[in-house]
């Protein structure tokens, strides 16, 4: 099993920073992507960002938040970090950290089904 723990969420105004945090716990030696997806309300969840967790430089983003947000790994690279700047109020809601199994050329990372654990999230509102 894996846990994960996400933090850094909070209010921001419009064309503010946030950075996410996402902490990585249990048998993480399984895991191969890590990810954040995000959900305002009464919308479906929506994939934000993607990282291969075993080297390399391949991540994924939305079309909604290239050159905005940028997905890290820390150096104990059990840890992923969402930076999000120029935040907009569209990028409001709750933002979930998740990790899967899976890999491989086609693995799809923007698919939230492909991912085997969730955190509880945290919460992002930017105002206008």
């Known amino acids: 099993q894996v846990q994960l723990v996400e933090s850094g969420g909070g209010s921001v105004q419009a064309g503010g920073s946030l950075r996410l945090s996402c902490a990585a716990s249990?048998?993480?030696?399984?895991?191969?992507?890590m990810g954040w997806f995000r959900q305002a309300p009464g919308k479906e969840r929506e994939a934000v960002a993607a990282?291969?967790?075993?080297?390399?430089?391949?991540?994924y983003y939305a079309d909604s938040v290239k050159g905005r947000f940028t997905i890290s790994q820390g150096n104990a690279k059990n840890t992923v970090y969402l930076q999000m700047n120029s935040l907009k109020p569209e990028d409001s809601g709750m933002y979930y950290c998740?990790?899967?199994?899976?890999?491989?050329?086609?693995?799809?990372?923007?698919?939230?089904?492909?991912?085997?654990?969730w955190g509880q999230g945290t919460q992002v509102n930017v105002s206008s």
């Open positions: 249990g048998y993480t030696v399984s895991t191969n992507y």
């Open positions: 990282i291969y967790t075993r080297g390399g430089d391949s991540t």
């Open positions: 998740a990790a899967a199994n899976g890999g491989g050329t086609y693995f799809e990372p923007w698919r939230g089904e492909r991912y085997n654990y």
